[in-house]
């Protein structure tokens, strides 16, 4: 992953199961919003490809990309919700735009998104007349609109109270036990990375490549001293 002559991370190799939590974690600036970045198509990667059910993402037709993302929903940090939109809206955009679903079909399978994160009744509240957290369930609502087979976060904790980061952590495992859907997250919350992922990978920033790879509890006494200081935070 590189910009210009700018090279962010090499050599990076790594298979993301089905069905489970994948943790990509890092201290800031080590280029994790970046990869999720090149994994849902946004950036085409300097070398390499990017693979879904052993098929070239990258080196697809673009209709076929298309094809592809369309089995992807997206948190990002912010929630990137529409302002001038109520929650129902949001919500009902992706069915209208993608799926071509009517609008008063959009709306009933919006309030049913919404009542699964905890937003059942809040359809017709705009973004600024509700709290952080419960921005990012709405966002969350949104991302799973179409029944995406995989839910890409970027960093959802971030900003956030204990309280409502733990509700939203509560709410991802909900998601993976009941539909099967794999999750790839994005984060350096460690309560998050501990109680979530099946799986991880560690990206360095100064040696511009993954250092380790498993599941992160057994990263806690990982040999390389950088992971082990990040997995041991607040439990020296």
Not at 59 to 67: G, L
Not at 90 to 118: R, Y
Request: with cysteine; net charge negative; aromatic share 6%.
């Amino acid at each position: 992953m590189a910009y210009g002559d700018r090279v962010i991370q090499k050599n990076l190799s790594f298979t993301v199961g089905r069905g489970e939590v994948f943790v990509i974690m890092g201290d800031s600036g080590c280029g994790k919003s970046t990869l999720m970045r090149h994994m849902i198509g946004l950036q085409s990667p300097a070398a390499g490809e990017v693979l879904y059910d052993g098929e070239p993402f990258w080196a697809s037709a673009e209709d076929q990309r298309e094809r592809t993302q369309r089995k992807f929903g997206v948190l990002y940090q912010n929630a990137a919700l529409f302002s001038s939109m109520t929650l129902g809206e949001n919500v009902s955009l992706p069915l209208v735009q993608n799926a071509g679903v009517s609008l008063a079909v959009a709306a009933d399978i919006a309030g049913l998104k919404l009542a699964l994160v905890g937003l059942g009744g809040f359809e017709d509240h705009y973004p600024a007349e509700i709290s952080g957290g419960m921005r990012r369930r709405a966002g969350l609502a949104r991302a799973m609109a179409l029944d995406p087979e995989i839910l890409y976060f970027d960093e959802p904790s971030a900003g956030l109270d204990p309280l409502s980061s733990r509700r939203l952590d509560d709410l991802i495992l909900e998601l993976r036990d009941s539909s099967g859907t794999t999750i790839v997250l994005v984060t350096h919350e460690l309560p998050s990375i501990l109680e979530l992922g099946d799986d991880a990978v560690f990206l360095d920033a100064e040696r511009k490549t993954m250092v380790a790879r498993g599941k992160p509890s057994e990263l806690l006494d990982s040999v390389d001293p950088k992971v082990r200081a990040f997995m041991s935070r607040g439990r020296l």
